[in-house]
């Protein structure tokens, strides 16, 4: 009797039972559609579930869970986006018009994906899933692996899918073949038909605990435990925010934070400016956002303070908390959060950033400006 084992999925206790039960039912649902914020597992989970069903049924299912590992046809068709070749036309398959770099990029990155199921697969200008993907889904559903119990057609960032796509998508759906089990996974479900939905068995999967993704960060990408103890409580329960932290230089975004607060507090407008102003390029507005960010946490963790929770992010620096709220009890917080976050927004937007940092200074000036 081989035991169902979801070794190194961290987290996501309801999903792991749910899908054991549905395992050892023997009554397998066609489609599935994973769904939750970034960078909570989702992916995994679907390789998880299905290199457990071969363990369960297959008889052979040591070679194919080795074939699942390395998400490799005719196991798993793993579907994403991918770049637009040139003078592709829908009639082509996906790869087919794509140059010899594109495909070299998307193997590499599908065998980091393979050595770490956490990791998210990036490709230059991959940003939506073509119809051509959708289409070839039809190829792999008809050859005939007649020693193969269960095959997996996998579609990552489904959300991605344009309404072409997504209508192709449906003529697969409606009469999938015995032993063909779709699972889509998105943080959008929304974005996906209600048609598509109908047919899918829905599974929410939830943020991760600090604890969970502090050993993500360690086991997965070895970052050292005491950095992973700290980012883990900033990362709002996904992989991916923790690992674009880390590679944003965490320790340094926090100590930035904490001084352009103060000097932006005590009305010294021209050295919390300077301390933006590293952050206000094109290839470094991903820390600005999350220097924003982590402002925006900074004043909820003072909301929080004021009413005697403390459950707060900023435990290395409690004491600006204490020293502001005994300085400024009554100044509102409200208001500043929400302008923070539609700070946080426009960057997304292409507004000038230099623009955003001179409002974000003087909006955060203007709590105190009245006491001074």
């Given at each position: 009797?081989?035991?169902?084992?979801?070794?190194?999925?961290?987290?996501?206790?309801?999903?792991?039972?749910?899908l054991?039960k549905i395992?050892?039912?023997?009554?397998?649902?066609?489609?599935?559609?994973?769904?939750?914020?970034?960078?909570?597992?989702?992916?995994?989970?679907?390789?998880?579930?299905a290199?457990?069903?071969?363990?369960?049924?297959s008889e052979?299912?040591?070679?194919?869970?080795?074939k699942?590992?390395?998400?490799?046809?005719?196991?798993?068709?793993?579907?994403?986006?991918?770049?637009r070749?040139?003078?592709?036309?829908?009639?082509?398959?996906a790869?087919?018009?794509?140059s010899e770099?594109?495909i070299?990029?998307?193997?590499?990155e599908?065998?980091?994906?393979?050595?770490?199921?956490?990791?998210?697969?990036?490709?230059?200008?991959?940003?939506?899933?073509?119809?051509?993907?959708?289409?070839?889904?039809?190829?792999?559903?008809?050859?005939?692996?007649?020693?193969?119990?269960?095959?997996?057609i996998?579609?990552?960032?489904?959300?991605?899918?344009?309404?072409?796509?997504?209508?192709?998508?449906?003529?697969s759906?409606?009469?999938p073949?015995d032993?063909?089990?779709f699972?889509?996974?998105?943080?959008?479900p929304?974005?996906l038909?209600?048609?598509?939905?109908?047919?899918?068995?829905?599974?929410?999967?939830?943020?991760?605990?600090?604890?969970?993704?502090?050993r993500?960060?360690?086991?997965?990408?070895?970052?050292?435990?005491?950095?992973?103890?700290?980012?883990?409580?900033?990362?709002?329960?996904?992989?991916?925010?923790?690992l674009?932290?880390?590679?944003?230089?965490f320790?340094?975004?926090?100590e930035?934070?904490?001084?352009?607060?103060?000097?932006?507090?005590?009305?010294?407008?021209n050295?919390?400016?300077?301390?933006?102003?590293?952050?206000?390029?094109?290839?470094?507005s991903?820390?600005?956002k999350?220097?924003?960010?982590?402002?925006?946490m900074?004043?909820?963790?003072?909301?929080?303070?004021?009413?005697?929770?403390?459950?707060?992010?900023?435990?290395?620096h409690?004491e600006?908390?204490?020293?502001?709220?005994?300085?400024?009890?009554n100044?509102?917080?409200?208001?500043?959060?929400?302008?923070?976050?539609?700070?946080?927004?426009?960057?997304?937007?292409?507004?000038?950033?230099?623009?955003?940092?001179?409002n974000l200074?003087l909006?955060?000036?203007?709590?105190?400006?009245?006491?001074?």
């Amino acid at each position: 009797m081989v035991n169902i084992n979801w070794e190194d999925l961290f987290g996501q206790e309801n999903v792991k039972i749910l899908l054991t039960k549905i395992i050892e039912s023997g009554k397998i649902p066609h489609a599935f559609l994973f769904h939750g914020i970034e960078g909570c597992g989702k992916d995994f989970a679907a390789l998880k579930f299905a290199e457990n069903l071969s363990l369960k049924y297959s008889e052979n299912y040591y070679f194919n869970i080795n074939k699942i590992r390395q998400i490799s046809e005719p196991y798993i068709k793993y579907i994403m986006p991918l770049p637009r070749g040139k003078n592709e036309l829908e009639s082509n398959n996906a790869h087919e018009k794509l140059s010899e770099d594109d495909i070299q990029t998307i193997q590499e990155e599908l065998k980091k994906k393979s050595n770490n199921p956490y990791y998210k697969i990036t490709i230059p200008k991959a940003n939506v899933i073509k119809v051509n993907s959708i289409r070839d889904i039809k190829i792999f559903i008809s050859l005939n692996f007649s020693d193969v119990k269960y095959r997996f057609i996998i579609i990552s960032e489904a959300h991605l899918m344009n309404e072409e796509a997504q209508n192709s998508l449906l003529k697969s759906l409606e009469e999938p073949p015995d032993g063909i089990i779709f699972i889509l996974t998105t943080p959008f479900p929304g974005h996906l038909k209600e048609t598509i939905r109908s047919r899918c068995w829905e599974i929410n999967f939830s943020p991760l605990s600090n604890s969970e993704i502090r050993r993500v960060l360690i086991n997965f990408f070895e970052i050292d435990d005491d950095l992973a103890t700290k980012i883990a409580p900033f990362s709002n329960g996904s992989v991916q925010n923790a690992l674009k932290l880390y590679e944003n230089d965490f320790e340094e975004l926090i100590e930035k934070t904490i001084s352009f607060l103060r000097y932006s507090f005590g009305n010294k407008l021209n050295s919390a400016y300077s301390h933006l102003v590293p952050y206000l390029s094109e290839k470094n507005s991903e820390s600005f956002k999350f220097l924003i960010q982590l402002t925006i946490m900074w004043f909820n963790d003072l909301q929080k303070y004021r009413v005697g929770n403390n459950d707060i992010y900023f435990t290395s620096h409690k004491e600006t908390l204490l020293k502001f709220n005994s300085k400024f009890p009554n100044v509102e917080l409200v208001d500043i959060i929400t302008k923070l976050d539609n700070m946080h927004s426009l960057i997304d937007r292409n507004v000038s950033l230099n623009t955003i940092a001179i409002n974000l200074i003087l909006s955060v000036e203007s709590l105190t400006a009245e006491f001074i």
